[in-house]
């Protein structure tokens, strides 16, 4: 039986949220009385449908189907409702909840939600974009062990101020690990849970090396593997920048299907003003993250990712 009668109530992605699924991942409480920007919702009613695979698109309305788990609905970037189905499991249903869900409530507030990880350097955030299994989370985790901090791993929201600054919203304390990275870092995998079972990927706590205010973004890395044995950078100029942002959009196949297509054109446009973008090349066949931030941490002092 699944008690809805407890609510929690959150700070992250630079959101109020408030919760009937507990959230432990979300360690920053907001004060009683704050403006609630997201509710999470547990549903005893059947959500509706289009087609049982692949995602419901309506306006402003998302849903979709996890076998055995949860039928998961976003409306209106203000609301997530689980409807449990028979394996409901509470650890599965906030990967999506925390993962999908909140980067299409972000999209259905217009704001950019970047698919990857973003490390607080110097009082600027950079951004490591890639596709899936390019090691954006492990070069992360290097850039912490040199003792720089985490602000957002998996979905990155990037907001604007109110001078017009990118910014990058910090979301939890936590990396998804492959137990291949934690090995080469020497880290005990079994100190750790995985996020499936019978799956070699963890769940990796770093509440003391997360910053947790929003900073400035100052720079874009995207990460793609290479044939050769060493790291190359180089910098990416004018449409290649727009298809980094485009590319690696976190669920960014909606981005049309939302009406967002235009949108997110002139969001990057505002973004590329001000953050410079780079092409990371690392080797296919070594162990490369060290290396990979001692060039990123070179580049940025020669004045190639900040002014």
Not at 12 to 34: D, W, Y
């Amino acid at each position: 039986m699944i008690s809805i009668k407890k609510k929690y109530t959150y700070n992250a992605f630079g959101l109020h949220i408030l919760s009937e699924l507990p959230l432990p991942e979300l360690n920053s409480l907001i004060s009683p009385g704050a403006y609630i920007d997201v509710s999470i919702k547990l549903s005893k009613d059947k959500i509706e449908l289009e087609q049982k695979k692949g995602f419901t698109v309506l306006s402003n309305y998302v849903a979709f189907e996890v076998p055995n788990l949860a039928v998961f609905s976003i409306k209106s970037g203000k609301e997530i409702a689980v409807a449990p189905l028979k394996d409901f499991d509470e650890a599965k249903a906030r990967l999506y909840v925390l993962g999908t869900c909140m980067g299409v409530i972000l999209m259905q507030q217009q704001t950019l939600p970047l698919h990857g990880s973003a490390i607080a350097i110097d009082g600027k955030a950079y951004a490591i974009v890639g596709n899936s299994g390019a090691g954006k989370s492990t070069l992360a985790s290097a850039f912490i062990q040199k003792g720089y901090k985490l602000i957002s791993d998996d979905v990155i929201p990037v907001t604007f101020s109110n001078e017009r600054i990118p910014m990058v919203q910090p979301t939890y304390p936590q990396q998804k690990l492959w137990e291949e990275s934690l090995n080469e870092f020497g880290i005990d995998s079994r100190k750790y849970n995985p996020l499936f079972e019978r799956e070699t990927k963890y769940s990796v706590p770093v509440k003391n090396s997360f910053h947790n205010q929003p900073i400035p973004l100052a720079g874009i890395f995207e990460l793609v593997k290479g044939s050769g044995e060493s790291v190359e950078i180089r910098q990416t100029n004018g449409l290649e920048g727009f298809r980094i942002l485009l590319h690696h959009t976190f669920r960014g196949s909606l981005l049309q299907r939302l009406g967002l297509k235009e949108w997110h054109f002139i969001y990057s446009s505002e973004i590329l003003k001000s953050v410079k973008t780079f092409q990371v090349t690392r080797s296919s066949s070594n162990f490369t993250p060290y290396e990979s931030v001692t060039k990123i941490l070179n580049t940025m002092k020669e004045g190639d990712a900040i002014d």
